[in-house]
């Protein structure tokens, strides 16, 4: 949730990326509906459906981008909530429906289902792209304490790579044994053991950091999240490592040799957690 004592500024006019995606994913996400509406009234042809895809598209990018530029702060207020990841779910609901409905609905079904996934990819772009907004926003409204850029000590980078090696075999051959019609789709929870071991490497690869009053703001130059001070429990200081306690995610590792002032960074930590 978005910190109480931030009030949160943005020039609404200055981000132009935000509403034009926007604008593509409710045209993805509503073009089917048109065409199938279309049908209904008696629309026919394959030239016709193209020309009305396309113009669909063309006009509903365009009311959704206009609506959401007009829209003050739209992109920092989806940010701040979880509810940014709502779109891109959506759109995989809406791919699924299109599969269930594969023999029904003829060409609509099949607009539907990559449509669907479009607006899925579209949907959680939003997500992290407001996320990042969101998170910018707080930053730029509150106390910066200090900035760095670490990742984990390497030993426990190579024990995290060394875990995750079983989690990305199994994990596609729960991918290739899909093609075995005695499997199917019940595999998905092995295939899930492969964006698993993805999420455990990537978290340990250098970002960036900024420590404010609010949070830490976590990164690159493309994607940043802020992490609440009361997502924490507390901090450890180990021989090689700054450790930042969370109670249901991976711990954050900075790892000292990373640090140009370690000192400075645990004092500004230790501002807002205690030490474990």
């Known amino acids: 949730m978005q910190p109480a004592s931030v009030e949160l500024e ?3 006019t200055s981000d132009p990326l935000f509403p034009l995606v926007t604008g593509l994913y409710l045209a993805v996400l509503l073009t089917p509906p048109a065409v199938l509406l279309a049908i209904q009234f008696g629309l026919r042809g394959a030239g016709r459906t193209y020309m009305l895809v396309i113009a669909t598209l063309a006009v509903l990018t ?6 959401t530029a007009r829209t003050e702060r739209a992109a920092e207020r989806l940010g701040s909530s979880p509810i940014r990841w709502l779109p ?5 609901c809406y791919a699924f429906g299109g599969v ?11 607009l539907a289902m990559f449509f669907g996934l479009g607006a899925m990819g579209l ?6 792209m407001a996320r990042t907004r969101y998170t910018d ?3 730029a409204a509150t106390e910066i304490l200090c900035e760095f850029e670490a990742g984990w000590p390497a030993g426990a980078r190579r024990r995290a790579i060394v875990a995750a ?3 990305f075999v199994v994990g596609m051959a729960g991918f290739g044994l899909v093609y075995l019609d005695q499997f199917g789709w019940a595999l998905w929870p092995i295939q899930m053991l492969l964006p698993t071991g993805t999420y455990l490497v990537a978290n340990t690869e250098p970002r960036s950091y900024t420590v404010t009053a609010a949070g830490i703001g976590r990164g690159n130059r493309v994607v940043r999240k802020l992490l609440p001070w009361d997502g924490f429990t507390g901090y450890t200081r180990t021989a090689d490592a700054l450790v930042l306690h969370r109670q249901w995610r991976l711990d954050i590792r900075l790892a000292l040799d990373d640090l140009d002032d370690a000192a400075s960074v645990e004092r500004a930590i230790a501002e807002h957690l ?3």
């Open 10 to 12: 943005s020039d609404r």
């Open 62 to 67: 365009t009311v959704g981008w206009r609506l």
């Open 88 to 92: 891109g779910t959506v759109g995989l």
């Open 100 to 110: 269930a409905s594969l023999g029904h609905l003829g060409v609509v079904s099949l």
């Open 123 to 128: 949907g959680y772009a939003l997500g992290m």
């Open 137 to 139: 926003a707080v930053t």
């Open 165 to 167: 090696v079983p989690l």
């Open 274 to 276: 205690r030490p474990s």
